[in-house]
């Protein structure tokens, strides 16, 4: 990242604490990383604006570093009859299974973007990030007016350029290994499935903005080899998942302490959108689906209650565990250990 930009965020250590809607990102987390001098982000994308506000007030209770909030841009969507029919009949058994009534559409399949946007506009985060999608120009000059700094997410070459174009202060390079959902928006999603090192490379030398790393750094090691491909910093997702800061579920986090190399893999059958997460027996049996299944957020909605469901009573083979390639590495130590952990390994890595 630019100086300008670490110093605007009072970097210690080049680390973005990732965004993780779902639980994991709390104000706790997001403080301990901005004390161990990186910057911790706020997931906002789940949250309704009132919900936004509170967590956001909750971050400046804890720290008076710099932190970001993040967003997905989507609008509301309008599924079609005939896909959603063949959705909720493929749920059925899943719902039989868990003693849950049968599956049926929401009243409503997301969060009001707009109403997000507002409530971020109003809060001035130093960083805002978004994924999913792109902004249109006017929203991106009223961040600008708000003095956010504004990262876009990009998984090819393309978005990284249109991002820059619009005028945005950092692209966040999401490779392949990276947990959670991807971000792309221009293409064919499994088109956009390049390994993060390569990625980054490419952004670093078509981008005229820095390029944030993110997929499978879980070491300062690996920040280092990122670093060597251009990027000015890195966002870590899965390396933070297993602090007992990361409020995700007690099945979600026992999942990750027995996750071995190769544990992980791609699917759209949970949300309609493609992720990484841990395998498992609802992810194998909907494979032959997931291509059917109706766009993000429509199935992430209808799977919901199954989901919650399934964590309540502990049934990981029918939860959404997103995590990184990386995840066998992921540690459980306290935000602010791993970030000292982190800092050490970075600096031996130069030497
Ligand atoms: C559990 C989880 C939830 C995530 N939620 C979000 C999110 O809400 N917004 C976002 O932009 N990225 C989200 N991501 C993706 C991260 O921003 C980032 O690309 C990814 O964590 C990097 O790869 P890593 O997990 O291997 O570190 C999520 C990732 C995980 C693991």
Known sequence: MSSALWQRLQLKLPVIQAPMAGGATTPQLVAAVSAGGGVGFLAGAMLAPEQIRQEAAKIRGLTDRPF??????????????????????????????????PPAAPERYCQPFGQQFEALLELRPALASFTFDILDGKQMQALKQAGILVVGTATNLAEGLAWARLGADAVCAQGREAGGHRGTFIGPQEQSLRPMLSLVY??????????IAAGGIMS??????????????CQLGTAFLRCPESAISQPWKYGLAAAKAGATRLTRAFSGRMARGLDNRYMEEMAQWQDQLPAYPVTNALTGPMRAAASKVGRSDMMSLWAGEGVAQARELPAAELMGQLLLEWQAAYR
């Open 68 to 101: 970001g909030i993040n967003l997905f841009i989507q609008e509301p969507p309008a599924p079609d009859d005939a896909e959603l029919e063949l959705a909720l009949r493929l749920l059925a058994p899943w719902h039989i299974e868990l003693g849950l009534p």
């Open 202 to 211: 490419e952004l670093a030398q078509n981008l005229p903005v820095p390029v």
């Open 220 to 233: 300062g090691k690996d920040i280092a080899g990122a670093m060597r491909h251009g990027a000015q910093a």
